[in-house]
């Protein structure tokens, strides 16, 4: 069993930044691929980010390319997703997610667990 914690949402202005993070229970954390997926009020859940065991392999949704970026720390059993440059459009609740997997995955049936998500939200 796995517990994901997420962490750092909160009200920015359009263009600022933040840094989400997610602590996870995992006692073989490296094991586990991780992701940032996000909804939106009265829209369907989507893909962010996602990283591989190690960290050397990311995939990251068109529409956070470039702005966004995940990171993880496994000698300490957190990942983050660093968000620049944030629109309104970003307004929503961020989830972590974990996968048993070694390669980082964009669906989200394929995780296995899932935090209870923060709350992000982009003033204009």
């Known amino acids: 069993q796995v517990q994901l914690v997420e962490s750092g949402g909160g009200l920015v202005q359009a263009g600022g930044s933040l840094r989400l993070s997610c602590a996870a229970s995992?006692?073989?954390?490296?094991?586990?691929?991780m992701g940032w997926f996000r909804q939106a009020p009265g829209k369907e859940r989507e893909f962010v980010a996602a990283i591989n065991w190690s960290g050397a392999s990311t995939t990251y949704a068109d529409s956070v390319k470039g702005r966004f970026t995940i990171s993880r720390d496994n000698a300490k059993n957190l990942v983050y997703l660093q968000m620049n440059s944030l629109k309104s459009e970003d307004t929503a609740v961020y989830y972590c997610?974990?996968?048993?997997?070694?390669?980082?995955?964009?669906?989200?049936?394929?995780?296995?667990?899932w935090g209870q998500g923060t709350q992000v939200t982009v003033s204009s």
């Open positions: 995992a006692r073989a954390f490296s094991a586990y691929g």
């Open positions: 997610a974990a996968a048993l997997s070694s390669a980082p995955i964009s669906v989200g049936y394929r995780y296995n667990y």
